[in-house]
């Protein structure tokens, strides 16, 4: 079982014991995702994460931080989502000291130096010009704009051109200011270390300034687009696309009957998608069925990398399985080889200490309340055929239907008669 304690000034402690490893994970959780920005600061939160691994007061630069973490032989690494972002660093657990003054220093003495942020504008550009170039990566992004529309939800994490090569150490220090407070910072550590150690050790290295949050994220206005499909011209040998609805939100009743519908329909290689459309038909290379979900909406969709001159049979053989299950719903057997994968793809990801300390966080984060893995098990063993074929019945409507699609084709118009079940 996890522990919890919150400090006076509002930042929350989280530690969780592992028998089994001589490691730990050391996670700084924050409410600062692209869900906070406006248009005019769009990417902020990316360029921000990167800001925070060039240099501080203590580990001046990119280098000295770098060699820190390198000299103990320890892993470290950022993210920023939707709603958060979070900085980690995994050691041995004797070396905590070194991970919790390298993630201390850099969250709370971070310089901003305009001179590293001229450097990193070139950087980020250049990973913003990756994700361009690379189809298989920018279509989820070109399917939550799709759904989404022009609000924060959808919009890329990346950001704006404009916002890259312009945003300033200004900028960036009243971002951090309003969001990276002590009420809106999660502090987790998992591995091999006791809740009294942790709290010790997080009020030595984490004496952050009081201060309250000081922005809320935008609320979803589901859903603004209005258009159902987007097609983006590009000379490519393989088309990529995603097709799907809108779905529920994290922690909703109906959550687990939406993941093991994904789970059937193609969340592995035994799932219908694999079978039928990779595997029967050799329409697609990749194929997968997952959901997303954020704290106010949700999406479940199906992603392939497909043959430019049989884009349409595979777009086809989707919609078909889509199409069977709305008309003939799951079986029973299905349901339960299901339910035992994403049991089992649990406790294989929770060996990991990186992983754990991520499920805790984001469940206080976002939640304010943590679920144990006994309590999510549960939740995936109550789901129903009848509670996944009222989930089918609510979403898997033809007017429902959202499909992003890049490849060399001209012309949009071919495609929609086909979003149809």
Not at 136 to 155: A, H, K, S, T, V
Not at 372 to 400: C, G, P, T
Request: glycine residues 6%.
């Amino acid at each position: 079982m996890y522990e919890k304690t919150t400090l006076e000034n509002g930042l929350r402690v989280i530690s969780k014991k592992l028998e089994n490893t001589k490691a730990v994970t050391v996670l700084v959780l924050v409410g600062a995702g692209s869900r906070y920005e406006t248009k005019a600061i769009n990417g902020i939160s990316h360029f921000l994460e990167h800001m925070f691994f060039k240099g501080a007061k203590k580990y001046t630069n990119t280098k000295e931080v770098s060699r820190a973490i390198d000299s103990v032989g320890g892993d470290f690494n950022a993210f920023t989502g939707k709603e958060y972002a979070g900085y980690y660093v995994k050691v041995a657990a004797e070396q905590i000291d070194i991970a919790m003054d390298v993630l201390s220093d850099m969250m709370i003495h971070a310089k901003f130096d305009p001179t590293e942020i001229e450097k990193e504008r070139g950087v980020i550009l250049e990973e913003y010009n990756m994700y361009q170039d690379t189809p298989m990566y920018q279509i989820g992004w070109d399917f939550e704009q799709l759904i989404f529309g022009d609000q924060p939800l959808g919009w890329d994490q990346i950001g704006t051109r404009e916002l890259i090569t312009t945003v300033t150490q200004k900028d960036f220090q009243e971002y951090k200011n309003k969001l990276y407070t002590p009420d809106n910072t999660i502090i987790c550590i998992a591995g091999n270390i006791d809740h009294k150690d942790a709290i010790s050790k997080t009020e030595q290295f984490f004496k952050l300034e009081d201060g309250k949050k000081g922005l809320e994220f935008t609320p979803c206005n589901q859903y603004q687009s209005n258009d159902r499909l987007k097609v983006t011209h590009k000379k490519t040998e393989q088309a990529h696309l995603v097709i799907g609805f809108p779905s529920v939100p994290y922690k909703d009743p109906e959550e687990w009957s939406a993941k093991i519908l994904a789970t059937i329909l193609g969340g592995n290689m035994s799932s219908r998608m694999f079978l039928n459309v990779r595997e029967a038909q050799g329409l697609c290379y990749y194929v997968r069925t997952e959901t997303d979900e954020f704290s106010d909406a949700g999406t479940i969709s199906t992603r392939a990398g497909v043959d430019t001159k049989r884009v349409k049979d595979a777009i086809a053989a989707i919609l078909k399985e889509y199409k069977d299950v709305l008309d003939n719903g799951v079986s029973e057997e299905e349901i339960q080889t299901a339910k035992q994968y994403l049991k089992g793809k649990i406790t294989l990801r929770l060996e990991d200490s990186e992983e754990y300390a991520h499920l805790l966080a984001r469940q206080e984060l976002l939640e304010n309340n943590i679920e144990s893995v006994e309590e999510i098990n549960k939740k995936i063993d109550a789901v129903s055929q009848a509670s996944i074929q009222k989930f089918i019945k609510q979403f898997f409507k033809s007017e429902n239907l959202y499909m992003a699609l890049i490849g060399p084709y001209a012309d949009s118009n071919e495609f929609k008669d086909l979003l149809k079940l």
